[in-house]
């Protein structure tokens, strides 16, 4: 049932031309990043200033930047900074989230009151306002501007999730199963949850679009990665500094941000019109 | 309507009281003193002694509660401490900054306007036109592309390539031109898709039907009906991305050298110049919850149906 299901949906899915060529773009982004100490043919961080600024070609694919690093390994490491800690934040915020937010909805009384309230002070502010005054207080740095991002990102979860249980604990089959006697646990693993996924996947799939986004300007601030590690947002500002000589170092690390978030934004449409597809 | 307005503004307590508190305890909770960053940011050496004096002199020897008294007391009479970078009142670096910043987020709202309305409902009404979809790509790639990525390229095009508008830096109304437009592409990206949306959804409508079977002419219909009805929840969501705008303008200010808060705020950052951080805080909060409330108003009084906070109307 559940196979011939998965099956229908991948059908679905491959009816979407432009859909299948962004996650073979994403697939081939995330190989990159994950083989990246196979794949990229120098050192990110070395620095050569005999090789510096070159142009394309030879034993540099993309050229180098201003230190003599090599920019086609500096983006390729650079996925795991830039997609890799958005991931995180999104994987932690979702679990935080979906806990508490199901625990929230099904529980309900003092802690969904007061969490709700939590989330009018919090949500009414942008993220960056928040991530700001975290970072400010604990000092700039990667795992710094991580759980900052968290901690903004894991109410917008909790909000969502307790919306989406409620709508299910109202459906008439819950209460059929809490007559028949099933176990709170089970009635979440198995009734509750099963039916939020699809949407939690939609969502998460677009948000880690928006995240990227987010986490580099962070890091072309400052706020996040210190140098040498490579990161996408942070290549960028430092090649805005070679706008007028060797704009490509600021074109391809921006290119490649757009290109990825493009990507996650047209494969969350198509599974959403694919899990939609299955309600009717 | 005004006791609503009142109603409204009195919210605004609760959440400033809980922000000031929340950044008080955060600022005192982490490892680095603020003494030591009081210290680091004016450059003292720090020893010892230097470090007890400094904590006398700002107030960190007494209990938490008691600090956050004196300071709210202060902060009533808008005194929210000095920067301790610069030694100026906040108050004074915040209200010198700030008219910057607006200004930027003005000019950013009308480009909103200006591309996303017209974009929008144009792109509707010649649903699959080639125009429909270049438009289309255009909210693809403008909501997808990072904004201080976008500054530079434009940059490179209207100021270095073309030579039209100045590179950066604040004086003509030249200057104003590049800022506003990177600030408020990525939002005229998102509201373009949701206005195209919101006027095919409306041209579904029974009502469009009834219209053209009125033989009303095809402008009054797609004006008056389609549109307007459109717009009305784009109104609202236009209020609170103001407050949005005014607080992304962080990274455009960084990109075109802006003078305008959220330099002050990164600068802050980096310096730990904690009084800053907290009056930036207190003063977002009260933007916030007054451009939402804006928003709120303003949609009460173009659409007729919604009378919030008015219980005998809706009744």
Sequence with gaps: MIRLLLKQMAQRFLKRKPAVICLIFMLGVVLGGIFAPWLAPHDPTEVALKFKLLAPGGQFPL?????????????????????????????????????????????????????????DIFLSFPSLVIVLV?????????????????????????????SLVLSITSRSFIDAAKVA????????????????????????????????L?????????????????????????????IRSTPELMYYPGILITLVVISLNLIGDALRDIFDGNYQ | MRAYIIKRLITLVPVLFGVTILTFILIHMVPVDPAQAYMTACKIPITEKALASVRVELGLDRPLVEQYVSWLGKAVQLDFGKSYVSQDPVFQEITHSFPNTMLLTLAAFSWLILISLPLG?????????PFDHLSRIFTFVGASIPGFWLGFLL?????????????????????LVLPSLTLALNYAATYTRILRAGVLENLNQPFILYAEARG?????????????????????????????????????????????????????????????IQGYVLLMAIVFVISNLLADIISTLIDPRIRIGDDKVAA
């Design chain 1, 63 to 119: 050229g180098t930047d201003d230190m003599g690093r090599c920019v086609f390994s500096r983006l390729l490491y650079g996925t795991r900074a830039s997609l890799g800690s958005a991931f995180v934040v999104m994987i932690i915020a979702l679990m935080i989230g979906t806990t508490i937010g199901t625990f929230s909805a099904y529980k309900g009384g003092h802690i969904d009151n007061i969490l709700m309230r939590l989330c």
């Design chain 1, 134 to 162: 975290i970072v400010g207080v604990l000092g700039p740095g990667l795992i710094n501007v991580m759980i900052s991002m968290i901690l903004v990102q894991w109410l917008w979860y909790v909000r969502i999730v307790r």
């Design chain 1, 181 to 212: 006697g099933t176990s709170d646990r089970v009635i979440i693993w198995t009734h509750i949850l099963p039916n939020v996924l699809p949407q939690l996947i939609v969502l998460s799939t677009i948000d880690l679009g928006s995240l990227i």
């Design chain 1, 214 to 242: 987010h986490f580099s300007g962070y890091s072309f601030l400052g706020l996040g990665i210190q140098p040498p590690t490579p990161e996408w947002g942070m290549m960028i500002e430092n090649g805005r500094r070679f």
């Design chain 2, 121 to 129: 409902f144009l792109s509707a009404v010649f649903k699959d036109s």
């Design chain 2, 155 to 175: 940059i490179q095009l209207f100021a270095m390539k073309l030579n039209i508008l100045p590179i950066m830096g604040k004086g003509s109304w030249q200057h």
């Design chain 2, 216 to 276: 009303l002419k095809q402008r009054i219909i797609f004006g008056k009906h389609a549109f307007k009805n459109a717009l009305l929840p784009v109104v609202n969501a236009f209020g609170v991305s103001f407050g949005y705008m005014l607080a992304g303008s962080v990274v455009v200010e960084v990109v075109f050298a802006w003078p305008g808060l959220g330099r002050l705020i990164t600068s802050s950052v980096f310096n730990r110049d904690y009084p800053m």
